[in-house]
């Protein structure tokens, strides 16, 4: 291209007595772009297809001591069909909401995600890091289905979705947000972390991150971390089913059974609820053919053991407080009986 430009100059170059014309610059440039012009307006844009859902149905059990040794052993009382170690790993679970809480309380779950590798070995994992987001298609917090998507685009229509925030038909500079989500004031020492992709969302209105009301006087839909779980988990696959044995920082264990499926984004609720009981249904009956390994017992979430656990801590904090006034207190009325 160049060499073609050059060709159409004078001899002797460019300069004030031999210039190249305005015509016969115009004319050379017209000649070699022509075809990339050519090229780019012969490019039609065509919607991308949404990716296809991924549903995750899950039920969780309360192990015991001797449910998870059947389990790490392979020794139920009724054999399983086939049986398999994959590995074990370490996961940190940050989880986002806004400064009300509007996405857990409508079954939302915004969430970026780390591993590293496995005890073992075996899991090649190590630094990973991720966006991801749940959302609740039914179920309570022990016995769920999920939508569940990496994808930042279904990230993004999802919160717009839960926060009733329209996407803006023409976005500007002055009207799109990058959103970085601060971890917390000293951030904690996972470098892993620091690589993690920016979620940008597009709302209607001018968010600024750095204030808590905009100048309408409305609370702004920032967020915040408001759970950051690090686990230790085991998982197996037995028959149809991946199992995990979590073990959470905070001292808290919970087992999970779960099945997995993909479909069309735009399968119809009548097809997509059908499928949701045939899973749980499998689940159940997986569990009941095996109750020694799968105790129901009373389980806990690791996201409500996080919420309990910080709640007690909270009180425990306060009682804390409370008795030290009342010691100051009557270290005070002591001293000012001695008074003459």
């Not at 060709?7 to 460019?14: F, H, Q």
């Not at 630094?127 to 309570?140: F, L, N, P």
């Not at 004031?185 to 209105?205: E, G, K, Q, R």
């Amino acid at each position: 291209m160049l060499q073609s430009i050059f060709n159409t100059l004078p001899r002797g170059g460019i300069h004030h007595k031999s210039a190249l014309t305005t015509t016969r610059l115009k004319s050379a440039l017209t000649s070699i772009l022509k075809p990339t012009a050519i090229q780019l307006s012969s490019l039609s844009h065509t919607p991308a297809t949404p990716p296809p859902k991924t549903l995750e149905t899950e039920r969780k059990f309360a192990p015991t001591p001797s449910s998870i040794h059947k389990l790490r052993t392979n020794t139920p009382a009724t054999p399983f069909k086939t049986y398999a170690y994959c590995g074990a790993r370490r996961l940190r679970d940050q989880y986002f909401d806004d400064v009300l809480g509007r996405l857990m309380e409508r079954g939302v779950y915004l969430r970026r995600r780390s591993s590293s590798e496995d005890d073992d070995g075996g899991n090649k994992e190590e630094g990973k890091a991720y966006w991801e987001i749940k959302i609740r298609k039914s179920g309570t917090y022990t016995n769920s289905s999920f939508e569940e998507s990496r994808d930042v685009g279904r990230i993004e229509q999802a919160v717009r979705d839960t926060l009733s925030l329209s996407p803006l038909s023409t976005p500007t500079s002055t009207t799109t947000v990058s959103f970085i989500p601060p971890l917390t004031t000293t951030p904690p020492n996972n470098t892993a972390l620091n690589h993690l992709p920016a979620l940008t969302i597009t709302p209607t209105l001018v968010i600024n991150p750095t204030s808590t009301l905009n100048t309408s006087g409305n609370i702004l839909n920032t967020f915040s971390c408001v759970a950051d779980i690090q686990t230790h988990r085991t998982t197996y696959t037995i028959q149809d089913f991946t199992i995990v044995l979590d073990t959470t920082n905070y001292g808290h264990t919970v087992g999970e059974v779960e099945l997995e499926s993909t479909y069309p984004h735009d399968m119809d609720q009548s097809t997509e609820k059908a499928m949701i009981e045939e899973m749980h249904g499998r689940i159940e009956n997986f569990m009941a053919e095996h109750p020694d390994v799968f105790p129901v017992g009373k389980v806990e979430g690791k996201l409500s053991a996080w919420f309990r656990v910080k709640e007690e801590e909270k009180r425990e904090r306060r009682e804390k407080r409370r008795e030290k006034r009342e010691r100051m207190e009557r270290e005070k009325e002591k001293e000012g009986g001695c008074d003459v």
